[in-house]
């Protein structure tokens, strides 16, 4: 596609439930990435993955916290027993390669725990 | 850790200024910065990559310069207009940060007219 596509835009659920979060990448971009954005703050890194190479979890605050990508392309953010602090906006970024290639950021997922 | 700061975090200006924001980092290994905007309730767009290897970048009314060994960018915005109005976000790539970008906590800018 012409841009990263993120699903859903707005996301609303009760404490406990799981929820997934999609990501689209530029067409071709090996390298993606998940940030979190939470209300007032800067961004969080959260998991990195490049091509076939071992994703870098470094940035996942809990195990409740899971990625995984598909195929080299499309990935899904998983959130287990999603807790009130969860409540964030999620981006996703996508880039051609590694380190050195300009990012481009999907316009993100807004999370609401209640 | 590499750790990413800009200053100033909010700016209000009025239209047809130039204007310098900041952004320093603490570990000059670095393979680019790039220099994003972010409107309210929206994603970020990227404005500007320098290269490490590179000094400068320019875009439209936007420059970019980069000093890398003393951990420093900054981003001009000439003859500032209200569209203009937005948080600008500088991230570094690599360092000892592995592989992510480590963003900066961001200026607010306003462009009154």
């Known amino acids: 596609g012409a841009g990263v596509s993120q699903s859903p835009s707005n996301k609303v659920t009760e404490k406990g439930k799981d929820v997934e979060l999609r990501c689209d990448p530029i067409?071709?971009?090996?390298?993606l990435y998940w940030y979190r954005q939470s209300l007032g703050q800067g961004l969080e890194f959260l998991i990195y993955?490049?091509?076939?190479?071992?994703?870098?979890k470094s940035g996942l605050p809990s195990d409740r916290f899971s990625a995984e990508r598909t195929g080299g392309s499309v990935s899904t953010l998983t959130i287990q027993r999603t807790q009130q602090e969860d409540s964030a906006v999620y981006l996703c970024?996508?880039?051609?390669?590694?380190?050195?290639?300009?990012?481009?950021f999907g316009q993100g997922t807004r999370l609401t725990v209640v | 850790k590499q750790e990413v700061t800009q200053i100033p975090a909010a700016l209000s200006v009025p239209e047809g200024e130039n204007l310098v924001l900041n952004c320093s980092f603490t570990?000059?290994?670095?393979?680019?910065l790039q220099w994003f905007r972010q409107d309210p309730g929206k994603g970020l767009t990227s404005l500007l990559l320098i290269q490490s290897s590179q000094r400068e970048q320019t875009s439209g009314r936007l420059n970019a310069s980069l000093d890398k060994s003393s951990g420093r960018s900054t981003l001009y915005i000439a003859a500032s207009q209200p569209g203009d109005s937005a948080t600008y976000l500088c991230a570094v790539h690599r360092g000892n940060a592995g592989n992510m970008l480590t963003f900066g906590g961001g200026t607010r800018l306003m462009v009154k007219p």
């Open positions: 067409s071709g971009h090996t390298a």
């Open positions: 970024a996508s880039s051609r390669s590694g380190g050195g290639t300009e990012a481009f």
């Open positions: 570990d000059s290994a670095i393979y680019n």
């Open positions: 993955f490049q091509g076939n190479s071992a994703p870098d």
